[in-house]
């Protein structure tokens, strides 16, 4: 598809030249008026307008003399607005052709990254503090969304570092955390996590927890369903270090009885295999995670285990599939290994589950303790400082893009 574009002093003149020049073949893109000048943008293409006489027939129905043309203030560019042809003129074998689909879409796609260029400069040279805020947020981690949502709460437009902490204080307020409820209270809590996420290390945590604040009278151990060689024998290995019994079922459905005979118990850790975290099920059975997601629901609480070594798109999705399995809060592991927080801070605000536990490291307990949001902001905050993570102009201006839309 060939671009080109015709100035006239009024649009008879303008469509003129392009009939001369193209004849029916040429689709206009946009029109605009600027300085008493007609501009007109026309798109050619031979072979997807091979068919003459049906474009004719689009461009009588579109109407030649009745196309927008958008006026331009001194303050403000003019907004461009492609002329669509109105649906039933072109016939499917047209309008649905991939290659003119395509070509739209890379159209639109270089339209929208040009205007978010042009919106980022109108920004730094209009709003410098809250631009300049935009690159710390992209610096952190934190994602487009989540992001532009910060900055909408920043009221200082003149003072950069008072800018800095409302748009923290404002991050601060959206990570939810939980208290230590289980290593004081008890309760039910299974974990689920991938593995190599660091689910055993958690649990681990949490029952040492328990045993220096209680002793380890009241607290029980239980593999629930975990088909990892050697996942029982590990468990058993921690519940003899910490003096706590440990029970296994091997399958989830059989948890419930086992919990009728530990009514007693105060606290019941119960390790599971990867429940809940395929996207699809490729199993013989498709409903098997789900029913044991409800059994554990049923049992008491969960816990989803996120290291923070994971990538952003990915931490995204995961959270965002535990908070539709019903997880309770989730444990952020692995701290000390990662290079930026903003992606799992990001993952776990959008999917609305709080944090219960960090760990960031293997030493127990005093590797995993309760999260508090002020810590993880500043910890985020200092990442960020000591690896030098930076966001470029190209980055920048791709996160406008979702918000500069070409009009169609």
């Known amino acids: 598809m060939k671009m080109h574009k015709y100035t006239a002093p009024d649009m008879r003149t303008a469509l003129r030249k ?4 193209h004849g029916p073949d040429a689709l206009i893109l946009w029109t605009r008026r600027t300085a008493g000048v007609v501009e007109l943008t026309v798109a050619t293409d031979p072979e997807a307008m091979a068919n003459v006489e049906i474009l004719t027939e689009a461009r009588r129905a579109v109407g030649a003399d009745t196309v927008a043309m958008p006026t331009r203030s001194a303050s403000r560019p003019a907004v461009v607005s492609p002329v669509g042809i109105p649906p039933g003129v072109l016939p499917p074998a047209v309008a649905g052709s991939p290659a003119i689909d395509s070509e739209l879409r890379s159209l639109r796609h270089l339209l929208e990254t040009q205007l978010a260029a042009l919106a980022w400069n109108d920004l730094t040279r209009r709003a410098p503090v809250k631009a300049a805020l935009m690159r710390e947020f992209a610096s952190l981690g934190l994602d487009r969304e989540l992001g532009a949502a910060l900055l909408e ?5 003149d003072e950069l570092e008072r800018a800095r902490q409302q748009g923290l204080a404002a991050l601060c307020d959206r990570l939810k955390t939980i208290d230590d409820r289980w290593t004081t209270q008890g309760g039910v809590l299974s974990l689920i996590g991938s593995p190599g996420s660091g689910k055993s290390s958690a649990m681990a945590g949490i029952a040492a927890r328990w045993v220096l604040r209680n002793g380890p009278n009241g607290a029980v151990l ?4 975990d088909p990892r060689f050697g ?3 590990q468990l058993a290995r921690l519940g003899r270090l910490l003096g706590i019994p440990t029970y296994q079922v091997e399958e989830i459905e059989a948890l419930p009885a086992l919990l009728a005979r530990l009514g007693e118990q105060r606290l019941v850790l119960v390790d599971t295999g ?14 098997l995670e789900e029913r044991n997601l409800s059994i554990l629901r049923s049992a008491g609480s969960i816990a989803a285990v996120l290291p923070a070594t994971l990538q952003a798109t990915a931490a ?26 903003g992606g799992l801070l990001s993952a776990v605000i959008t999917a609305g589950l709080p944090l219960a536990y960090v760990t960031d490291g293997t030493r127990l307990p005093d590797d995993l303790r309760p999260a508090r949001s002020d810590e993880l902001i ?22 406008l893009e979702g918000r500069v839309h070409v009009a169609s």
């Open 231 to 233: 996942a029982f024998e």
């Open 222 to 225: 239980v593999s629930a369903g």
């Open 153 to 157: 709460g920043v009221t200082s437009d």
């Open 316 to 341: 995204r999705q995961l959270a965002l599939r535990y908070a539709r399995a019903g997880v309770t809060a989730c444990i952020a592991t692995r701290l000390d290994e990662a290079a930026s927080l």
């Open 378 to 399: 500043a910890l985020a905050v200092a990442l960020q400082e000591r690896n030098g993570n930076t966001a470029d102009e190209d980055l920048l201006v791709s996160r």
């Open 18 to 21: 392009v009939r001369a020049e």
């Open 274 to 287: 990867a429940v809940g975290l395929r996207s699809d099920d490729r199993s013989d059975d498709p409903g």
